[in-house]
């Protein structure tokens, strides 16, 4: 694990570089550019990870997947330092883990791009100064035929890289399990007797389900905003297509706007960064088209919300889209005078939307504090994800 382990420090707080850079207007931070550097730092621990191959070996990994799995970021501006390695493997996947931590008593160096330290922490250790965690997942590919190949499998060295492995490996296998759900539910042509008999088994009584299906609010597709714009090659990677943190950066600001439009008021934070999926790489020249919708909103129990984007991809010979990347954010409103608009599907495939959204908002953040932290003090407390 360590031989990937990769550093770079964001000094928010002591750096007006920096804080022009990440600060966003209401004084927090600009996850767009958080999603940008993790998803540089991804790349950065694959490639590491991979230096071990032999030489005769053209390879290169793609990331597929991301999703925040911990977040309590403090409300105050810190300086902070994202670290990552490689944590899981198997077969050709390698899953990363990246982690933001407050900075403190620690020398910030000049170098702000991303480094290989020489002193190495203990992996899978608890970081009491801990305050997000995000996991990047990534295969490894044939250069020549594009097809899946085996990556070398992580050598563990300690109890606690065998812990962090296999935490990394059960929350994998769990997401998993969450998109097969999804898929199967796809297959079934839903009514809404059926829809109503598959939640009422929920955490969420029945009547409370039927009231936000068929009393007021507005439709998923009333939501609906879109930007657009074409790629260029100033905004490239080393595997010829874009960088894919150039793209989470615009869909998450985008979802901004669409949580802003949707509450009419700024008065709102962002819960979880749920899941990103890269569903095909974008090429230069590519036109993308990037769309946002509120699919679910938990009125009248409380004031959270899901925002879905999609950004589809043409290219300057075909007159069709292809979907590219999906992301799904979960926001809520601070404010207890802003009426949270319910959510009411009026076709079939809203309604996957909507369960989805429900999905979402119902999932419970697993990793306790005192596994990520080690620290049971009240200053900490889990996202109410």
Sequence with gaps: ????????????????????????????????????????????????????????DICANFTVGMEQTYMNIPDTIEDYKLTG????????????????????????????????????????VSNPNAVAEFSVVSIHIDSFTKKAIPVVQLKLTTFHEQWLFDKTGSIHDSRREIVKKRRDRQKIHLDNNHIFRSISTRDIGKGVIDDRLTSGGVSISDTRIEN???????????????????????????????????????????????DISFLSPILTGDHIRTSARVIY???????????????????????????????????????????????????????????????????????LLESLTGTKDPGFSLSKL
Excluded: C
């Design 228 to 274: 657009n714009a074409t790629t260029t090659p100033q905004q490239m990677n080393g595997n010829g297509t874009i960088f894919g943190g150039y793209i989470m950066r615009d869909a998450f600001e985008l979802a901004t706007t669409e949580a802003a439009l949707f509450l009419l008021s700024p008065e709102f934070e962002t819960l979880k960064i749920n």
């Design 85 to 124: 390695h490689i944590a899981y493997t198997k077969d050709s996947l390698l899953i990363g883990v990246i982690t933001l931590e407050v900075v403190k008593d620690e020398q910030i160096p000049d170098n702000a791009g991303i480094f290989h330290p020489s002193n190495i922490p203990s992996l899978g």
């Design 297 to 367: 909103s938990n009125s009248p129990l409380s004031g959270d919300f899901v925002v879905r984007v999609e950004v589809d991809k043409r290219s300057i010979e075909s007159s069709d889209y292809k979907p590219a990347v999906i992301m799904h954010i979960s926001f809520v409103s601070v404010s207890q005078s802003v009426e949270i608009k319910k959510i009411v599907p009026s076709t079939h495939e809203e309604m996957e939307l909507w369960l989805n959204g429900y999905d979402i908002v119902q999932q419970k953040n697993k990793h």
């Design 1 to 56: 694990m360590q031989h990937s382990y990769v550093e770079k420090y964001l000094p928010l707080e002591s750096s007006p570089k920096f804080n022009s850079k990440y600060v966003n207007s209401e004084g927090g931070i600009n996850y767009g550019m958080l999603l940008e550097d993790i998803d540089d730092i991804g790349g950065a621990i694959a490639a590491r990870h991979i230096e071990r191959m032999g030489p005769s």
